[in-house]
């Protein structure tokens, strides 16, 4: 990360304008307005309270355990593939986690550069040490994007939500918007269980709809499989995700023994950016 990459991405989120290197650590536009840079290499222009945590430290610890063991890595491989297709030379995350999908996904060499964003201050950090050629944003979805239009040839949402009207501003023309969103039978077992919260039985309808004025859906792709795991991943499991925030990891009681089939089942859609959208008003 340097200051001038990530000033490269940037936009004043007070007055729309471009940030740029103004002093050592800090970022600013040419109205007067002005930006600490972490000292661990990453932005916050969270503007105002917001509704939404971000994963806690706790719920990223349990994500790297569980990514790093290996039962997630048929997406990771799904998505590197789907993105070098596009040989893209910026990619932006949105809802970064712990960068485990962007850093498989940056193509190698010197030109591909990508910024994780997320809510989460804690995940931030973590991306931008998975990858040296990654930049990061904490920044709020649902706000006006401190992003410039066409920052990005492609954007990546992995389990993250939308905001369409932001995603084609801040696309280039022709860029491609890659999402996963979970089946109606992932993790079934555990919600069966009463260990993983239920979810909307109509996720992929209900993507569909959201993006079709701003997006064409270009591609779909279905990626289930069933793993075997013992209590420790199952655990994991539980509290790197959104049951976590329902239930405390400490409440979960496991039998130490126990191995248990879980369907893991995603899909993963390729959305175009339309040309024109008559309901987009550019910032």
């Known amino acids: 990360m340097s200051l001038q990459t990530l000033s490269e991405w940037l936009r004043c989120p007070n007055c729309f304008l471009p940030l740029t290197h103004t002093a050592e650590l800090r970022l600013g536009c040419r109205t007067g307005h002005s ?24 719920m990223l610890d349990a994500r790297a355990r569980f990514l790093a063991a290996g039962w997630y890595e048929p997406l990771q491989s799904a998505i590197q593939a789907c993105i070098a297709e596009e040989h893209p030379n910026r990619i932006l ?3 970064c986690g712990t960068g485990y999908y962007l850093s498989a996904a940056l193509p190698p060499g010197d030109e ?9 201050p804690t995940a931030v950090s973590r991306t931008i040490r998975s990858h040296d050629r990654v930049d990061g944003l904490v920044a709020d979805v649902w706000s006006p994007l401190p992003l410039k239009g066409a920052a990005a040839d492609v954007i990546l949402n992995v389990f993250a939500p939308r905001n369409a009207a932001e995603f084609h501003r801040v696309l280039r023309p022709g860029g491609l918007l ?6 109606p ?3 079934r077992e555990l919600r069966q269980a009463g260990l993983a919260v239920q979810m909307q039985a109509d996720k992929a309808a209900h993507l569909r709809s959201s993006l079709t004025s701003w997006f064409a859906q270009e591609s779909h792709q279905q990626l289930d499989r069933t793993v075997h795991l013992p209590a420790s991943e199952i655990a994991s499991l539980i509290g790197m995700g959104p049951s ?3 239930r405390a ?19 993963i ?10 309901c987009i008003t550019e910032a």
């Not at 859609?269 to 008559?278: D, K, L, N, Y």
């Open 269 to 278: 859609f390729g959305f175009r950016r339309r040309e024109t959208a008559s």
């Open 178 to 183: 890659l999402v996963v969103i979970p089946r």
């Open 35 to 58: 930006f600490d840079v972490n000292k661990r290499g990453f932005i916050n222009l969270l503007t105002g309270s917001s509704k939404f945590i971000g994963d806690s430290v706790t």
């Open 244 to 246: 976590s925030h329902h």
């Open 112 to 120: 591909a550069r990508a910024l994780g964003m997320d809510i989460s």
């Open 249 to 267: 990891a400490s409440s979960i009681v496991l039998d130490p023994a126990l191995m248990q089939d879980v369907t893991i089942d995603f899909d």
């Open 93 to 95: 995350d949105v809802g």
């Open 185 to 187: 039978s992932h993790l």
